[in-house]
């Protein structure tokens, strides 16, 4: 089984939630300790904080706030600083009465990538300097953003454990408390309850958003929260989803890809006149009942599969992919991703991006059955590390000599007994107020759309909860944000989201 844990943005060379009784939360120190981390000479302090104040355009409307940017322990059973979790707060300032204000927390993936890409150019309120279809320009640097939701919630980004600027400080800590799907989970939900705390948040509505590995982190949590913390959330966002532990099967994983593969194809005009004609939205449902009404069932059959069958499959999911039907035969249905993304564009000499299927790249040879590298990564790498490093520093006016870690070392990575669907599910049950907003790009190759679809239908097989989802989709990949068109569109469906899933004053949470 196809098994997408990617980043959320990703590096592509690079929980059944634990249901603990919460701590009592020690009040932060005056002066803290500075620690210094395992390996390093750096000194590191746990517990710091810088405040500044500025102003942003949202919707034609100045919306004053402050910024807090620092960190916050991660504590022991005992009370015992073990890591300090670097994040950054904005709150509105022009409102008294903080009862009502969402919050959103966010979370970014990998796992082991910092919060810096929503930060930087999705709901924040500074975004990157880049063209309009999110590619990079210098000077490098950031500028306003008019489409922030600091209008309807505060936020706060978090980088956890090794991202970012968040460490360990106590060597004697096992990795093992940090760097996997339950522990991470854990610990996090722990944090959350002391930030509540810290920053009296416990009357807000509250809002989970994760994207890419963060979708496993935020759904995990939605439980965890409730069950270990006894905090209830208004709303889960996920963007760009993972598989969520929900099990495909090797057939079902390699007919999902098809409604992918036609988006991409479709977006480079290798689809056949009557397809490429249509709109992308108006030809990808005649793509979708193929793949779940024909293709699932053909491949499952493997051998028992009649040879003139498998070649009118074969000949359909031609049409469907830009790809030959002696390609699609040759792999007998299942065509790696790694191979699509080479293949599509092979005689041209390019490559397609894994993430964002817009980017072209370029190989040292055109043979071969996977790319040299990940175009689209690269690309984002090339625009946000300098600007983030730029944004903290000097406007936020953090200072530190330590690495900000767009990619952390957080591996080996215990991947099991991920049951983050489920638990995402039984939080809804649990919780009338509770919604999911779904944002899937068309054009993301590792955490596809139509995947994202089917974690919903596997999520909520009875439909009991389909009242509370909702899925939307936009013509970029995984940070579909990085577009202009989608940055404006996909910012107002969180914003609708959280308006629509906020109670009005004493609202029942009951079914």
Not at 31 to 57: I, M, R
Request: neutral net charge; hydrophobic residues 35%; proline residues 6%.
């Amino acid at each position: 089984m196809k098994k997408i844990f990617c980043l959320l943005t990703i590096s592509a060379v690079i929980f059944q939630t634990i249901h603990a009784q919460p701590r009592n939360t020690p009040a932060p120190a005056a002066a803290p300790k500075e620690e210094k981390p395992h390996g390093s000479s750096l000194v590191f302090n746990p517990d710091d904080a810088v405040t500044t104040t500025s102003v942003v355009n949202v919707k034609g409307k100045a919306i004053p706030y402050k910024a807090i940017a620092g960190t916050m322990p991660v504590w022991d059973e005992d009370g015992k600083t073990v890591a300090g979790l670097f994040y950054t707060y904005y709150e509105r300032t022009d409102l008294k009465d903080r009862s009502t204000r969402p919050l959103v927390i966010s979370f970014n993936g990998g796992p082991g990538s910092a919060s810096v890409w929503m930060h930087l150019a999705y709901t924040g309120p500074r975004i990157l300097k880049i063209d309009d279809e999110g590619y990079p320009v210098q000077p490098y640097g950031f500028k306003d953003n008019p489409y922030s939701i600091l209008d309807v919630a505060d936020i706060v980004f978090i980088d956890p454990v090794n991202t970012g600027f968040s460490r360990i400080v106590n060597k004697e800590t096992p990795r093992a408390n940090f760097f996997g799907v339950n522990a991470d989970i854990k610990y996090l939900a722990e944090w959350i309850n002391g930030f509540l705390s810290r920053y009296n948040r416990w009357a807000s509505p509250k809002y989970l958003i994760g994207e890419s590995y963060g979708t496993t982190r935020v759904s995990g949590l939605a439980l965890a929260m409730q069950e270990s913390q006894w905090t209830y959330l208004n709303g889960v966002i996920l963007v760009s989803p993972t598989e969520l532990g929900i099990e495909r099967g090797t057939a079902t994983d390699a007919a999902l890809r098809l409604p992918y593969f036609a988006a991409t194809a479709w977006y480079h005009k290798k689809l056949p006149a009557d397809l490429q004609a249509k709109d992308l939205t108006d030809m990808l449902p005649e793509v979708e009942q193929f793949t779940m009404n024909e293709l699932l069932t053909a491949i499952n059959k493997g051998s028992m599969l009649p040879a003139a069958e498998k070649k009118n499959i074969a000949a359909k999911m031609a049409r469907y992919s830009g790809l030959s039907e002696s390609v699609i035969l040759q792999h007998n249905l299942d065509v790696p991703l790694n191979y699509f993304w080479k293949e599509l564009l092979r005689e041209k000499g390019q490559t397609i991006g894994r993430l964002d299927s817009r980017y072209i790249g370029l190989d040292k040879q055109d043979a071969g059955d996977r790319p040299d590298f990940n175009a689209e990564l690269n690309s984002w790498l090339h625009s946000f590390t300098p600007a983030i490093n730029m944004y903290l520093r000097e406007e936020l006016k953090y200072k530190t000599d330590f690495k900000y870690n767009m990619f952390g070392p957080v591996h080996p990575w215990d991947r099991t007994n991920d049951k983050t669907g489920e638990n995402l599910r039984k939080a809804m049950a649990e919780n009338p107020y509770l919604h999911v907003l779904v944002q899937s790009g068309y054009y993301d190759g590792a955490c596809d759309y139509f995947n994202a679809k089917y974690n919903m239908w596997q999520m909520d097989p009875g439909g009991k909860l389909s009242s509370r989802m909702s899925w939307e989709g936009y013509r970029s990949g995984h940070m579909m944000y990085l577009r202009k068109e989608d940055l404006q569109k996909s910012n107002e469906d969180i914003r609708q989201f959280i308006l629509k899933s906020t109670p009005r004053q004493g609202d029942p949470a009951r079914y």
